[in-house]
Nanobody, 125 residues
Framework: VQLQASGGGSVQAGGTLRLSCTAS????????MGWFRQAPGKEREFVAA????????YHADSVKGRFTISRDNAKNTQNLQMNSLKPEDTAVYYC???????????????????WGQGTLVTVSS
């Protein structure tokens, strides 16, 4: 499956952005979806994940209460609503899809099989 991420940009601290990720396959609903990010000079880190139906979500502590992951299986898309952005949220954000089926969501990058190209989010203070 091919993933296309969009929606990144530059905002001031406290601002909002909405990232989207569109998948190429109609079997989108069979994948667990996730978002990861990588800041300059840092390792890639987990941000959020969502189950195949969208009923179960999980967010990293660093974004809990500010970011919300969602998906629309009819449109083959997942989204990441980012509110109250902080300078430390600056990173390239990647969407990812997992074919695994033993859990409702996954938080490690090796558990994901497909990756989008990344979209840059820059938050200035």
């Amino acid at each position: 499956v091919q993933l296309q991420a969009s929606g990144g940009g530059s905002v001031q601290a406290g601002g909002t952005l909405r990232l989207s990720c569109t998948a190429s396959r109609r079997t989108f609903g069979t994948y667990v979806m996730g978002w990861f990010r990588q800041a300059p000079g840092k390792e890639r880190e987990f941000v959020a994940a969502i189950s195949r139906t969208g009923r179960i979500t999980y967010h990293a502590d660093s974004v809990k209460g500010r970011f919300t992951i969602s998906r629309d299986n009819a449109k083959n898309t997942q989204n990441l609503q980012m509110n109250s952005l902080k300078p430390e949220d600056t990173a390239v954000y990647y969407c990812a899809a997992s074919r695994r089926d033993d859990r409702n969501y996954y938080t490690r990058d090796y558990e994901y099989d497909y990756w989008g190209q990344g979209t840059l989010v820059t938050v200035s203070s």
